[in-house]
T-cell receptor, first 113, second 111 residues
Framework: EPEVTQTPSHQVTQMGQEVILRCVPI?????FYWYRQILGQKVEFLVS????????KSEIFDDQFSVERPDGSNFTLKIRSTKLEDSAMYFC???????????FGNGTRLTVT | GQSLEQPSEVTAVEGAIVQMNCTYQ??????LSWYQQHDGGAPTFLSY????GLEETGRFSSFLSRSDSYGYLLLQELQMKDSASYFC????????????FGKGTRLHILP
């Protein structure tokens, strides 16, 4: 069964550094998402991406965040200058249509020190 | 905006039945989904309701009442492996590019 893959599984970075989290969505999916989950808390929506542009973003997704689909397969989340409070699990998800089930990757655990 | 309310924890006994509730407020509503998440894992899809009534998939059933802005997930014949967090998620009408999750219910199962 096709799956969403994310790399790396764990990223440690120093405060103020830039990080790029990478995702390969399921190949025939059209909608792409990033979610964040702070340990023990809920899954928080960050951004959705459709037709090569951001379609929706949350208040968490400020100017420090950006997303790109640089080629036909990868979907990246960049955090320009990481803060301690950015430490969380970041999940990428994709779906074929907007009301279809979300397929999540296994996440990248980001630790900012 | 949207808000979803779920009890934070529920405890049940192996072999029993458990119901986990979700109430929501949204400016538009398209459907309600349920996801399961084991510790350290990714959320996985369980069930989806767009219309009122019960959807059954094996030991899992999900119910929706649009007039009450309420849904629940029912798990039967509980097994220890069902110990996990369960999230309801709302898809907003005409905004199906934004799916918002509740805070989740942590299900503890006792032998």
């Amino acid at each position: 069964e096709p799956e969403v893959t994310q790399t790396p599984s764990h990223q440690v970075t120093q405060m103020g550094q830039e990080v790029i989290l990478r995702c390969v969505p399921i190949s025939n999916h059209l909608y792409f998402y990033w979610y964040r989950q702070i340990l023990g808390q809920k899954v928080e929506f960050l951004v959705s991406f459709y037709n090569n542009e951001i379609s929706e973003k949350s208040e968490i997704f400020d100017d420090q965040f950006s997303v790109e689909r640089p080629d036909g397969s990868n979907f990246t989340l960049k955090i320009r200058s990481t803060k301690l409070e950015d430490s969380a699990m970041y999940f990428c998800a994709s779906t074929g249509t907007g009301n279809s089930p979300l397929h999540f990757g296994n996440g990248t655990r980001l630790t900012v020190t | 905006g949207q808000s979803l309310e779920q009890p934070s924890e529920v405890t049940a006994v192996e072999g029993a039945i458990v119901q986990m509730n979700c109430t929501y407020q949204t400016s538009g509503f398209y459907g309600l989904s349920w996801y399961q998440q084991h510790d350290g894992g990714a959320p996985t899809f369980l069930s989806y309701n767009a219309l009122d009534g019960l959807e059954e998939t094996g030991r899992f059933s999900s119910f929706l009442s649009r007039s009450d802005s309420y849904g629940y997930l029912l798990l039967q014949e509980l097994q220890m492996k069902d110990s996990a967090s369960y999230f309801c998620a709302v898809i907003e009408r005409n905004r199906d590019d934004k799916i918002i999750f509740g805070k989740g219910t942590r299900l503890h199962i006792l032998p």
